[in-house]
């Protein structure tokens, strides 16, 4: 908090924003963030990116089937039914991956407070279901955490941007475009207190999909140019994903 107001720490490259993604390195090393994805593309197989997608999920729900096929990295089947990821000969739970992402955070926020960071308050689609949000709780206690609370993303950004503050009862639509899911929460205010009435999404729309949409194109278009088939070239897909997203986060400011 400062000055009343409350301010987002940046992480050690000076981003408010880490990229949820963790790479396993040959000699045994992790990287966390954008350090993480920049070596993804000569090591797709070993960076584990969209694991919101699979926390909380057994391995033969249809959303884990179709995340098999468009993710680089291995999901096998754990004996209890859950999805593991393989890394190597280990095999490493969502949870696991999420924690070493939470960890991260933790690390650099005590950094900047000068102070231990104990206790947290995490976010979740309004979608997750009581196993989701469970496996949530799990990830930030492996990452050393007293998981205080798990709210949902459309109310904390209700929050965020003040409605608590107004007066009255109010019905509010908050929606939410990520990285992995396009969602909308339909939420009723009453006397401080947020319900969230209804929530809808898709969970395969999101900004991943924008950039493998792109790829794909990409990839029929260079098919189409030279008759070069690249579909199985991981590090060529991995290469073109970077210029997809590139090329998506300069339509922000460009007009073309």
């Not at 206690?141 to 904390?156: K, M, N």
Request: aromatic share 6%; proline share 4%.
């Amino acid at each position: 908090m400062e000055g009343g107001s409350p301010q987002v720490l940046a992480n050690r490259e000076g981003s408010r924003t880490t990229a949820s993604i963790v790479g396993f390195t040959a000699d045994g090393g992790r990287l966390v963030g954008q350090i993480a994805k920049r070596q993804a593309i000569v090591n797709p197989q070993n960076t584990v990116f969209a694991v919101k997608r699979l926390i909380g999920r057994k391995f033969n729900e249809p959303e884990i089937q179709l995340a098999r096929e468009l993710l680089p990295y291995p999901l096998v089947a754990a004996e209890n039914g859950d999805v593991k990821i393989a890394i190597g000969n280990r095999q490493f739970s969502p949870e696991e991956i999420s924690a070493l992402i939470i960890r991260e955070i933790k690390s650099f926020a005590e950094e900047a407070l000068g102070e231990e960071v104990r206790e947290a308050i995490i976010t979740v689609p309004a979608h997750f279901n009581d196993s989701q949000r469970q496996a949530t709780r799990d990830a930030g206690q492996l990452a050393g955490l007293e998981v205080q609370r798990i709210i949902t993303e459309p109310t904390a950004a209700a929050l965020a941007y003040g409605l608590d503050r107004r007066t009255g009862n109010q019905t509010v639509a908050v929606y939410d475009l990520g990285g992995g899911t396009f969602d909308i929460s339909i939420l009723a205010f009453s006397e401080g207190v947020f319900e969230v009435r209804s929530t809808a999404g898709e969970p395969h729309l999101g900004g991943e999909d924008f950039d493998n949409r792109i790829m794909e194109w990409l990839v029929s278009e260079f098919e189409g140019e030279s008759g070069i088939e690249l579909k199985n070239d991981r590090m060529a897909l991995q290469r073109l994903k970077e210029a997809a997203e590139r090329a998506k986060c300069e339509l922000s400011v460009e007009a073309e």
